[in-house]
């Protein structure tokens, strides 16, 4: 079974600037999320999908942060404009929810931004 | 007070040491979570439990639901169990709510 894609792997930016993030989900999953992670920190949900409706979006920095996942599949996370402390690992994950409430997550391998 | 508590932050071991490392939460949860990531920043899930133990190789986990407390155990620790172990609790929603994590060192 293929595992959450991300890409890219690595960005770096300059403050101001824009930058998208992807994420191609587990087959099937109908939950998808959205984390940031800073150095030294675990990682703070930022946006979760249930197919292509937003559930939680209570943290995501809606003045410069944005989230879609179209046709509930693939998803992307676009910063517009940058901060420096932005600068984090932005990790996807995804999960199948269905009747039974625990339900195990499968993470991507995370794309790390540094803002300069 | 953070939802969820990790101790130790930092642990360094010599190779073949039994490790433990704890958390704590304070809310309820439908089950918790035991994560490894390694330096390249991708998390792999170890364990998902809602009572009792599991063990899985080397790794054992347990839950005392009564206490909320949830220990992760390491025997015979070797150099590449060096990694960040992150404790994480699912709570409404399927949302979780990550712990620090818990900085795992083990040399040779």
């Known amino acids: 079974e293929a595992g959450v894609a991300q890409s890219p792997r690595y960005k770096i930016i300059e403050k101001r600037q824009s930058v998208a993030f992807w994420c191609n989900p587990i087959s099937g999953h109908a939950t998808l999320y959205w984390y940031q992670q800073i150095l030294g920190q675990g990682p703070k949900l930022l946006i979760q999908?249930?197919?292509?409706?937003?559930?939680?979006d209570s943290q995501l920095p809606k003045d410069r942060f944005s989230a879609e996942r179209l046709k509930g599949v693939d998803s992307t996370l676009k910063i517009q404009p940058a901060k420096l402390e932005d600068s984090a690992v932005y990790l996807c994950a995804s999960s199948s929810l269905g009747q039974a409430r625990n339900t195990e997550a499968f993470f991507g391998q995370g794309t790390r931004l540094t803002v300069v | 007070k953070n939802e969820v508590e990790q101790s130790p932050q930092n642990l360094t071991a010599q190779e073949g040491e039994f490790i433990t490392i704890n958390c704590s939460y304070s809310v309820g949860i439908s089950a918790l979570h035991w994560l490894q990531q390694h330096p390249g920043g991708g998390i792999v899930s170890l364990f998902m439990?809602?009572?009792g133990k599991k063990k899985h190789g080397r790794l054992i986990a347990t839950i005392n639901i009564q206490e909320k407390h949830s220990s992760l155990h390491i025997t015979a620790s070797h150099p590449r169990d060096s990694a960040v172990y992150i404790c994480?609790?699912?709570?409404?929603?399927?949302?979780?709510?990550f712990g620090e994590g818990t900085q795992l060192t083990v040399n040779p």
């Open positions: 994480a609790v699912g709570t409404s929603g399927s949302r979780l709510t």
């Open positions: 999908f249930q197919n292509n409706g937003v559930v939680d």
């Open positions: 439990l809602s009572s």
